[in-house]
């Protein structure tokens, strides 16, 4: 089955510190996205990537859809202690009723 | 205003028992799912539909049975509880097909934590 390999599993950085997370896939997605999740809360839209190549910028994140459609990284800038919490990669397979394929998550720590 | 929302938020429940979970939105989406998170905080799907209508169904055991009374709603009854089931439950929302339109993405309830004794 399809499955993605993100990494690193956890990180624990100095507040300021840059940060850079990726996913790579067996298989090519047409989207890809990049959740985060709170503790006691359901995952939240970080920010959607389209197109293959495509750069896109959130406030501190920024994401890249690879090339070759099978691999996507998350940079967040200038950490903040709000920063805490688990970042998902998904891929979103529209052959398949757009059911999303996580990655295993990274579990980001920010000590002030 | 909760786009989707489930209940409980915690059910601790002993084995054999049959429960559910309930779930809504108010997004105006046609599809709805259910994805499960377990101790190791992977998040796989078990159930898709579609303007009720059953699209996704993830080998998952037949003692778990979605039913979607509407587009808006779609509820979860798991039967004969067993310590394994033990893990969050999160229903989430979408609109249908490609949108490329990163506001009309997967929406996630606040999840429903499963503990069976």
């Known amino acids: 089955g399809q499955q993605l390999n993100q990494s690193p599993q956890s990180m624990f950085i100095q507040e300021g510190e840059d940060v850079s997370m990726n996913c790579t896939s067996s298989?090519?997605?047409?989207?890809w996205l990049w959740y985060k999740q709170d503790p006691g809360e359901g995952p939240v839209l970080l920010i959607a990537?389209?197109?293959?190549?495509e750069l896109t910028s959130n406030g501190r994140l920024t994401a890249q859809f690879g090339i070759t459609r099978k691999d996507s990284f998350l940079n967040i800038s200038a950490s903040i202690p709000s920063d805490v919490g688990i970042y998902f990669c998904?891929?979103?397979?529209?052959?398949?009723?757009?059911?999303?394929?996580f990655g295993q998550g990274t579990e980001l720590s920010v000590k002030p | 205003d909760t786009a989707v929302s489930q209940t409980p938020k915690y059910l601790v429940t002993q084995m054999g028992n049959d429960k559910s979970i309930k779930c809504e939105q108010n997004?105006?989406?046609?599809?709805m799912y259910w994805y499960k998170q377990d101790s190791k905080k992977f998040l796989k799907i078990m159930f898709s539909?579609?303007?009720?209508?059953?699209?996704i169904n993830e080998t998952v055991p037949n003692r778990f049975s979605p039913k979607s009374p509407d587009k808006a709603h779609l509820n979860l009854h798991i039967n004969s509880l067993e310590l394994g089931d033990s893990a969050v439950y999160f229903c989430?929302?979408?609109?249908?097909?490609?949108?490329?339109?990163?506001?009309?993405?997967?929406?996630f309830g606040q999840g429903t934590r499963l503990t069976v004794v």
């Open positions: 997004l105006g989406h046609d599809t």
């Open positions: 539909y579609n303007n009720k209508e059953l699209i």
């Open positions: 990537l389209y197109k293959a190549g």
């Open positions: 298989s090519i997605f047409n989207t």
């Open positions: 989430a929302s979408s609109p249908w097909g490609p949108t490329g339109q990163g506001n009309s993405e997967a929406f």
């Open positions: 998904a891929g979103k397979d529209y052959n398949q009723g757009g059911k999303l394929i």
